[in-house]
């Protein structure tokens, strides 16, 4: 592992839950390219997130299920409100693969 320990206390400040993309858009203003997707937390409402996953073309991201992380504090990307954190993992190209969930695991659901 590269990162110092921490504390089950640290991780458990981490807020994961499970949403699925209802909307995904271009964003040319982004420095790197990015999508705009709105994913939808079934009774948490939507959020708006820029995610660097290109390598998915957006009609195959829409109806996609993604881990995120809904408790970090809204950050603008070239005007934009990102407002949860997309979680995914590079492959062996470096090109970002989204963590997602079983599909009878319930939206809104929160990672335990």
């Known amino acids: 592992m590269t990162k110092a320990q921490i504390v ?4 458990a400040r981490v807020e994961m839950r499970l949403g699925r993309i209802v909307e995904a858009l271009e964003f040319p203003k982004a420095r790197n390219p ?3 997707l709105c994913v939808d937390f079934g009774d948490f409402g ?3 997130s820029s995610a660097q996953i290109t390598n998915y073309a957006r009609e195959d991201l829409v ?3 993604v881990v995120c992380v809904v408790n970090m504090p809204p950050r603008n990307i070239a005007g934009f409100l990102s407002e ?3 979680l ?3 492959n062996a ?4 693969i989204l963590l997602t969930a079983a599909d009878d695991a319930e939206l809104g659901g929160e990672v335990a």
């Open 84 to 86: 949860v954190l997309i």
């Open 63 to 65: 109806g996609r299920r």
């Open 8 to 11: 089950y206390d640290d991780f």
């Open 88 to 90: 995914g993992v590079p």
């Open 34 to 36: 990015s999508y705009k």
């Open 46 to 48: 939507t959020r708006w």
């Open 93 to 96: 190209a470096g090109a970002i």
